[in-house]
C-alpha cells in the first residue's frame, strides 16, 4: 500500500488546477503587460483570478498581490510593516516562538536593523494566551504577526480575536495563512486581518506561486524591484499559468471545504486514538483546535529519521516537521516551545492527511508506526536505560 500522508509540506496538484493552467502553457502564452490580443488574453486571466482568490477570503480583488508563494509574501508583509513603523517612529515587532522560518528569519533581519522583537511563548496546546498578547502590545508595536495555523502541531490561533485587539490597538495585523487558506474558513473583513500570506501548493495548486493579502491603506514595500507588475509592488512577469491553476485550486478547496474538513476530522481522530495506544507516546498540540488533517506526535525512545525512513519502507510518505528544514539535526523549534524536552522532540512525526484519504490506510498508517516504533526500540540504549530504570520516562 502507497500512502501519501505529507500535505503539510505539499498538496498534489487538483484536475481542475491543471485543467486551468494547460492553455496558458499552450495557446495563451501572451505576456500579460503587452497590448496585443493574446496578452491582453493574460491580462484577462490575471483579473479574473484576481477577483476570483479575493472571493474566496471576503477580499477587495485590488487587495491581492501575486508572489513566488508564503515564504516571500510573509517578507514583504513583515519588512513593509516594518518599514511604515519604521516611518513613524515605531520600532516594536510582535510574534510567536512557533511562528515559521520565514517569519522568524525575517524577524531576527529586523533585531539586526534595531528592531525590538518579542517573540511570545505559547502554552503546552500550541495556543497563544491573548491576554499575554494584550500585555505585550506597546505603544511603540507596529507589527503583529501570528500564523492562524501551525505547519508543524497544526494548532489553529485566536485569529479574530487578535485581530480585533489589533485593531482597537491601531497595529497592523499580519497572519501567515499558508496551512489555513482552503482548509479553514478565511474572512479578512470579519476576522480585522491587515495582511495575509497563502501558498498555491498547499491547497492542490501548483509550486511557486501565493499570495499576499494588504487590506486598503496598508503600504506595501516592494521586495523586487524592475517592471510595473503587480501595481508596482512586485516586478517580474506574472506567472500566469501558475496564477491561473491557484485560482482554480482555491475556489475548488473552498468549496468542498467543509465536507472535507468533516471527514478528514473524523479520520484524523481516529489516527490520533490508535497512536495514542502506543506506550510513552504523546500527540503534540491541542486535541480540538487544530487542522481537520494533522497529526503530530512524539515517541519516547526513538530517532524521528529513522522512524520515517522505516514507514517509507512501508509505503507511507510522512515528515518529523516542517519540509523547509528537513535537512537540520536539531529538534523541531515547535515542539521545543511547547515544553518537549530535545531528547523527546527527536522522536517525532508528522502526519497530515489528503482529501483522499480512507479508513484502510489510517489503520495501515497505526499498525506500521507501532511495528516500527517497537522495532526501533528494540535496540536502542535509550529505551533499554528507560526500562531498567537506569534513565527516567518523560511521556
Keep these: 500500500m502507497i500512502i501519501y500522508a505529507d500535505n503539510a509540506a505539499t498538496t498534489p496538484m487538483s484536475e481542475a488546477a491543471i485543467r486551468a493552467m494547460t492553455p496558458y502553457l499552450r495557446e495563451c502564452c501572451g505576456n500579460p503587460s ?26 477587495e480583488p485590488r487587495s491581492i498581490i501575486f508572489t513566488s508563494g508564503g515564504s516571500e509574501s510573509d517578507n514583504q508583509a513583515i519588512l513593509s510593516a516594518a518599514a511604515n513603523g519604521k516611518a513613524k517612529g515605531k520600532t516594536h515587532v510582535i510574534t510567536t516562538s512557533i511562528e515559521h522560518h ?20 505559547v502554552g503546552e496546546n500550541g495556543i497563544v494566551d491573548i491576554n499575554e498578547l ?29 485581530g480585533e485587539l489589533c485593531k482597537e490597538r491601531g497595529v497592523c495585523f499580519h497572519t501567515d495563512a499558508v496551512q489555513a487558506v482552503g482548509h479553514l474558513p478565511v474572512d479578512v473583513a470579519a476576522q480585522k486581518i491587515d495582511m495575509l500570506s497563502a501558498s498555491a501548493h498547499k491547497f492542490h495548486g501548483p509550486k511557486g506561486v501565493g499570495f499576499l493579502y494588504a487590506a486598503r491603506g496598508v503600504k506595501l514595500v516592494p521586495l523586487i524591484e524592475g517592471g510595473a ?14 496564477i491561473a491553476a491557484m485560482a482554480a485550486a482555491l475556489e475548488e478547496s473552498v468549496a468542498n471545504m467543509h465536507k472535507n474538513a468533516k471527514k478528514l476530522t473524523r479520520l484524523r481522530d481516529k489516527l490520533i486514538r490508535g497512536l495514542s495506544l502506543i506506550p510513552h507516546s504523546a500527540l503534540n498540540g491541542d486535541a480540538e483546535k487544530r487542522l481537520p488533517s494533522n497529526v503530530n506526535f ?9 522512524l520515517l525512513l522505516l514507514l517509507d ?32 522532540a527527536h522522536g517525532s512525526l508528522r502526519l497530515s492527511l489528503g482529501e483522499d484519504a ?38
Design 313 to 344: 519502507d512501508k509505503g507511507i510518505s510522512a515528515s518529523s516537521g516542517s519540509a523547509c528544514t528537513s535537512g537540520s539535526l536539531d529538534p523541531s523549534h515547535v515542539l521545543l516551545a511547547i515544553g518537549r524536552p530535545h531528547a523527546v
Design 358 to 395: 480512507n479508513d484502510e490506510e489510517v489503520e495501515y498508517i497505526i499498525s506500521a508506526v507501532s511495528e516500527v516504533v517497537a522495532y526501533l526500540r528494540g535496540f536502542s540504549p535509550v529505551w533499554r536505560d528507560l526500562n531498567s530504570g537506569k534513565g527516567k520516562f518523560i511521556l
Design 298 to 306: 512524539c515517541f519516547e525512545g526513538i530517532e524521528g529519521e529513522s
Design 34 to 59: 503587452s497590448l496585443y490580443a493574446l496578452g491582453q488574453a493574460a491580462r484577462e486571466a490575471l483579473d479574473s483570478a484576481r477577483e476570483r482568490i479575493a472571493r474566496c477570503i471576503n477580499a
Design 134 to 162: 494584550e500585555k505585550a502590545i506597546r505603544p511603540d508595536t507596529c507589527l503583529v504577526s501570528v500564523m492562524t495555523a501551525n505547519n508543524e502541531i497544526g494548532t489553529i490561533q485566536p485569529v479574530a480575536q487578535i
Design 102 to 121: 520565514a517569519v522568524l528569519h525575517t524577524a531576527k533581519k529586523l533585531q539586526k536593523q534595531g528592531f525590538d522583537v518579542t517573540y511570545l511563548p
Design 229 to 242: 507588475q503587480e501595481r508596482n509592488l512586485r516586478a517580474g512577469t506574472e506567472n500566469v499559468a501558475g
